[in-house]
């Protein structure tokens, strides 16, 4: 079992910059693969970025490609999120997420384990 706790979020203005982590407990952090997702007030949540488990392979949603920088250390067992150029409709609750049996997270229901959210509002 493993459990995940996320920080960094906050309110930032359009255009610009945050960085969330997530640490993640337990000693077999290496042998999940970890994501992102988020979720805005009436929407479902949608996953934004996955990184596999040795970090050799990362996937983005469209919306944010060419933004956000998804990265892990397996030795401290934390995911880290950059997220640059940021746009209002970035505004939500973002999730750190653990998989123990996909490859790459792009599904909610690929996920096992789920952090307790942290929220970024991004003001136009």
């Known amino acids: 079992q493993v459990q995940l706790v996320e920080s960094g979020g906050g309110l930032v203005q359009a255009g610009g910059s945050l960085r969330l982590s997530c640490a993640a407990s337990g000693r077999t952090f290496s042998s999940y693969t970890m994501g992102w997702f988020r979720q805005a007030p009436g929407k479902e949540r949608e996953n934004v970025a996955a990184?596999?488990?040795?970090?050799?392979?990362?996937d983005y949603a469209d919306s944010v490609k060419g933004r956000f920088t998804i990265s892990r250390d397996n030795a401290k067992n934390m995911v880290y999120l950059q997220m640059n150029s940021l746009k209002p409709e970035d505004t939500a609750v973002y999730y750190c997420?653990?998989?123990?049996?996909?490859?790459?997270?792009?599904?909610?229901?690929?996920?096992?384990?789920w952090g307790q959210g942290t929220q970024v509002t991004v003001s136009s």
């Open positions: 997420a653990a998989g123990i049996h996909a490859i790459v997270l792009v599904a909610a229901g690929q996920v096992d384990y």
């Open positions: 990184i596999s488990r040795s970090g050799g392979r990362t």
